[in-house]
C-alpha cells in the first residue's frame, strides 16, 4: 500500500483550491467542495466561471465522493456542472446539502446521491476517512474535514472563524482539533481570506447587538439586507425584529427560499405569527414592520437596488425609511453598493452603511484565529488555501510565527500538485487546469481571445466595412458600405466615414486579381488600413472587420 | 445694485461643484476651480469626463476670474478645456499655479493670465471680493475661499481636512474663519466627502511616524508609491529616508515632475546628495536606497504596475524588497491595486497594504472636522459639496446637529442654481448641464447611445452580415458573408453561423423590390431576425449589425 497522498486545487480562477480540491491516494480519490466563481472585471459578459473536470473525469473510476464543507455558491454552486460530468456519491451537513439541492432541482436532471452527516461522523472513501468537525461560519452547519490516510492526519478548515458566542451556540470544535493536534498533523490546509487582518474577527453576535441598537432608535420601517445565505445573520434579524414587536416581510427569490428551506430543517426559529406577506406589508403601522430583502451587493435586479429607483412591484421606499446594509461589498461591487446607498438616500430613506455602525461581520477568520489553528493542530506542514496570492503569503508567515520551519509550508496555486508521505511534503507539479466561463446558454465557449475582442469593442466600438468586388476587373462593383457601433453618432464622425470610403474606393484601384483569390488576407489588409487611418485621426482605436464580396 | 447672489455647480459629473462652479453677482461672475472628472464604470473607453462650458460661455462677458483652490487634477485638470472657451485670468496659490502650469504648456496654446495670490490675499472682482485661506488638505498651499457679496459673506472652504500638525507647519485658518464667523457668514459650502466617517481625520504626521517605523526594521530597499500631488506625503518620505540614510531615486514621469516643480518653488525641502538618478540605484547597497514611484492606484502603465509584472525598464523587483502603498485605493480601483500587490508579492516582494499600517491618511475631513468648520463660520445657510449625495445628506445632518435649521440646508446637484441674498436662501432652478466624455481625440463626442452601444458590445459582441442583392430580382446575388467579433471562436459558434446564413438565404426568397428600395428598414429587419435567432439559440445577446449592398 502506498503512503502517498497528492492534494490536488482544481478551481480555474483566483482563489487556490476555494472551489474544488482533490486528495488521491493509492486508487482512491475524493473532491472536497464544488463551487463556482465569479467573474473577474477583465471577464465583460461572462456570468459564471466554473472548474475545469479534465482532470477528474480522467479519474472517473477512482473518484469516491464529493465532500462538501459548507453551503456557499463557491463551494456547491459547481455541482450540477460537474456531476452531470462525474456522478458520484455527495456528502455534506443537512443545510448545506439543503442548499446544494436548490440548484440541482433546477439545473440538474439526473438523481443525485446525496448522504447526511453530522460534525464528528468519520466516513471511510477506500484508504481514506473522513471526519467532519464543526466550524463557525457565515452559513450554518459549516464544517472542516479531517482526513485521516496513509501518510498521516490532513486538517482541512474550510472556510471558518473562531466565533466563541455563535448565534446557534455551536462553536468551532476546539477538543477534536485539540485531539489531532496532539496525535500529530501531518498537514493543515487552511483559510487564508484574512490573513490580511490583525486580531479577531468580531463575533456574529455583534451584529445582533448593533441591530438592537438601531431598532431601539428607529420609528419608521425599517429594511435590512444581507447575503440571502447567511442563516445566522437572517436568526438575527428575526431575533431582534420579535424584540421589537415587528413583523418580517422577506423579499426577493433567494432570500425567501433560504428562509424557506432553513426554518424547514430547523437552522432558523422562527416564533409565530412573524412573518407577513409582502401584499400585507401595507397593514402594518410603518413602526411594526421589518424588510428583509436580497440586494446587499448592489445588484441591479435585486429587489433593494428596485426599490432605490422606485421600480420595485410591491415595496416603495417611504421618506423616513430606515435601510440597514448589513452586508460589505465582495471586492469589485463597491460601486454598485454606492449608487443604491445614493439611490435610497434620493428617496428620502436614511441608510447604514458604514463599517464603524458593525451590522456586518466577516465570516472569515483574521490574523490571532489563524494563529490559534495552527497552534491547536501543531502541523508538520502547512498549505495556506482559499485567499488571494498575497494573503497565501501572509498566512504562511503566520505560520512560520507559530513554528512551522518556512520549508514545511507549500504555497501553491490552483493545479499545483502538493505530495505528502508521512516525512515529506513537497510541490511535485502542476495539473492542467483553466476557467471555464459560462456566458448563457454556451459552457466553456469562450476563451481569451473573445475576451480580448469583448475589451477592444467594448472600449472603442467597432467600424465594419463592406465592399463588393467584380472577380474580373478587382474594383469596387458599387460604393462601399460602413457600419458602426459605439464608435459615433455625431457629425465628426459621419464626415470620418466618408473619407474611409474614400479611402476605400483608393484602395480598390490598386488591387491585383491575384489579391482577391486570398480573400482573408485582402479582409484583413483593409481592416488594418482602415483602423490606421481612424487611429490617427481621431486617436481611437475601434474593431474593425471587412467583408469583401466577390461578384 | 442688486443683494442677490447666485451659485451654480457645473461638473458635468458626480460630485457637486468638485470640478466647477460659478458665482455670480449682478454683473460680475467668478468661477471656482476648474476640474475634470474620471470615467465612471458605466464609460467604458472613455478617458477623462470634462464639465460643460455652455453656460460658462454664455456668460463669457461676465466672467471676471476663475480662482482655484488647490491643485488636484479634479480641481485645475480642465484648465485647458475651459481656457480654449473662455481665456480670462486665473488666481491661485504658487502651488496650485504650477501644478496647473504643467498641463497648460502641454495641452494650451494661447496665453495664460495667472495671478498668484497667496492666504488672506483679498482680490476684487466687481461686486465680489475674494479672500484666500489657508486650508490643509493632501496637496500643499491649498485654500479656501471667503466671498465678500452684496448678498453676504459665503465661506468656501475647497477641500479641507485639519490638520493639528501639517507638515509644513501651516494648519487651516481658524482665526480668519473665526472672525468671519463673528462677523456673520450668510453661507457656507464645506467638503463632505468623508461625511460618513466618525470621529478626526488622522494628521499627515501619523503616515511620518508609521514610515520611520517601517524604515527602522526594513533590511533591504524599500520601494513607496502614493498620489504624484501628495507634496506632504514626499516630503515625509524624503525626510525619513534622509533620517535613515538611504537615498531617494524618484521613478515614473508624475512623480518626477512634481518632484521637481514643487521643489524648484520651494515647497519641497530635499537635503542635498538624497536624490540619485535610477540608473545609479545598483551603486548604492540595497539597504541604503527608497524608490519613490507612481502607481499607488495600480495604473496598469504605471511604474509601479511595471515593476510588479517585471516589466519596467530599469527598477526590477529584488527578493527581499519592501513596497509600501502610501495611498487607499480610490473607488473603482480596488481590483487594480489587489493585482499589483499581489504581482509584488509573486516577485518575492513584501507589501504593506493594509489600513491598519497606516502609511496612509485621508486629506478630507471627517464628521468631528466637518461640525468644527460649522462651529467656527456658524452659517445660516448651508450647502453641502463636494460629495457623492449620501455624503451630501449626511453631511447637511451634521450641520443641522450644530444648529443649522434644517429648512436652511439646500442640498442640490450639478446644475443646481442656488439663490441667496441677505435674508434668504433657496434652490431656483435648474442649469443644463452635461458631462462632457472624452475619448481620444475626439472631445465632446460620445453621447449615451454611444456609450450604451459599447456596453452591449463588450459583454455580447458583434455580429455582422454583409448581404450582395439584386435590384431586380430583390434575391441574394452571392451567399452572405458573416464576421463577428467578441462573440464565439469555437466550433458550436462556426455551427451557428452556418445556421445564420442558411436563415438569410431563406429570408431573400421573400423579399419585394419594394423593401429593398427602403434599405435602413430592410437592414433593421435583418438585424433583428439575425439576433432573435442567436438569442434563442444561446442566451447570448451580440449586436447584430447588417449591410445590404444593392446591384
Redesign the interface.
Known amino acids: 500500500m502506498t503512503n502517498e497522498v497528492r492534494i490536488i486545487a482544481l478551481g480555474g480562477l483566483g482563489e487556490i483550491g476555494k472551489n474544488l480540491m482533490l486528495v488521491e491516494s493509492g486508487a482512491d480519490v475524493i473532491a472536497i467542495d464544488c463551487g463556482l466563481a465569479f467573474p ?2 477583465d471577464m ?2 461572462i456570468d459564471l466561471v466554473l472548474p475545469d473536470v479534465s482532470y477528474l473525469v480522467e479519474r472517473k473510476d477512482q473518484l469516491r465522493a464529493i465532500v462538501l464543507t459548507h453551503g456557499h455558491e463557491d463551494h456547491v454552486g459547481a455541482l450540477p456542472y460537474v456531476l452531470s460530468h462525474v456522478n458520484v456519491p455527495v456528502y455534506g451537513t443537512k443545510l448545506t446539502l439543503g442548499l446544494a439541492r436548490r440548484k440541482l432541482d433546477e439545473e440538474f436532471e439526473g438523481e443525485v446521491d446525496f448522504h447526511i452527516v453530522k460534525p464528528r461522523d468519520v466516513v471511510t472513501f477506500g484508504c481514506i476517512q473522513v471526519e467532519f468537525f464543526r466550524v463557525t461560519h457565515s452559513v450554518s452547519d459549516s464544517v472542516g474535514l479531517i482526513l485521516y490516510t496513509p501518510a498521516g492526519i490532513i486538517v482541512h478548515t474550510g472556510d471558518f472563524k473562531l466565533d466563541q458566542t455563535p448565534v446557534d451556540g455551536e462553536p468551532t470544535d476546539y477538543f477534536k482539533l485539540a485531539e489531532v493536534g496532539d496525535k500529530g498533523v501531518l498537514a493543515l490546509l487552511s483559510d487564508s481570506t484574512h490573513a ?3 486580531g479577531y474577527t468580531p463575533s456574529e453576535r455583534v451584529v445582533g447587538e448593533s441591530l438592537a441598537q438601531v431598532f431601539q432608535k428607529a420609528k419608521g420601517r425599517i429594511i435590512v439586507t444581507t447575503f440571502a445565505s447567511n442563516v445566522p445573520r437572517i436568526q438575527q434579524v428575526i431575533d431582534v425584529s420579535h424584540d421589537f414587536n415587528r413583523k418580517v416581510c422577506v423579499v426577493g427569490r433567494s432570500m425567501e427560499t433560504v428562509v424557506e428551506v432553513a426554518t424547514n430543517m430547523g437552522y432558523l426559529r422562527v416564533p409565530l405569527g412573524t412573518l407577513i406577506d409582502v401584499g400585507d406589508l401595507g397593514k402594518y403601522p410603518q413602526a411594526k414592520v421589518v424588510v428583509l430583502s436580497t440586494g446587499s451587493q448592489g445588484e441591479p435586479l435585486s429587489a433593494l437596488a428596485r426599490m432605490s429607483l422606485g421600480d420595485h412591484r410591491k415595496v416603495d421606499i417611504i421618506e423616513g425609511d430606515l435601510v440597514i446594509m448589513a452586508a460589505s461589498p465582495v ?2 461591487n ?2 454598485m453598493v ?1 449608487r443604491v ?3 435610497l ?2 428617496r428620502g430613506a ?2 447604514i ?2 463599517p ?1 455602525s458593525l451590522v456586518h461581520v466577516s465570516g472569515h477568520a483574521s490574523q490571532e484565529e489563524q494563529k490559534m489553528m495552527l497552534n491547536l493542530t501543531r502541523p508538520r506542514f502547512f498549505i495556506p488555501v482559499h485567499g ?3 494573503h497565501l ?1 501572509l498566512h504562511a508567515r503566520l505560520a512560520v510565527a507559530t513554528g512551522v520551519p518556512p520549508a514545511n509550508v507549500l504555497i501553491g496555486e490552483n493545479g499545483t500538485i502538493f505530495r505528502l508521505t508521512p516525512d515529506q511534503g513537497e510541490i511535485v507539479g502542476m495539473v492542467q487546469t483553466r476557467a471555464v466561463l459560462i ?4 459552457v466553456g ?3 481569451e ?3 480580448k ?10 467600424v ?1 466595412v ?1 465592399c ?1 468586388v467584380s472577380r474580373e476587373t478587382g474594383a469596387l ?2 460604393a462601399p ?1 460602413i ?1 458602426t ?6 457629425e ?2 459621419e464626415t470620418l466615414l466618408t473619407e474611409v470610403a474614400g479611402k476605400l474606393k483608393d484602395y480598390f484601384k490598386d488591387v491585383s486579381q491575384e489579391a482577391i483569390r486570398r480573400k482573408d488576407l485582402l479582409e484583413q489588409d483593409i481592416a488594418n488600413m482602415v483602423q490606421r487611418y481612424v487611429r490617427n ?4 482605436k475601434p ?1 474593425v ?7
Chains 1, 2 share one sequence.
Open positions: 473577474e472585471e465583460p459578459g490580511d487582518r490583525p471586492p469589485g463597491e460601486t454606492s446607498v445614493d439611490n438616500f434620493r436614511t441608510v452603511y458604514t464603524e488571494e496570492y498575497r503569503i456566458d448563457g446558454a454556451g465557449e469562450i476563451g481571445g473573445v475576451l475582442e469583448r475589451k477592444t469593442l467594448g472600449e472603442a466600438g467597432a465594419f463592406s463588393v462593383a458599387i458600405t457600419r457601433s459605439g464608435f459615433t453618432r455625431s465628426p464622425g485621426e481621431t486617436g481611437r474593431a472587420l471587412c467583408s469583401v464580396s466577390v461578384l
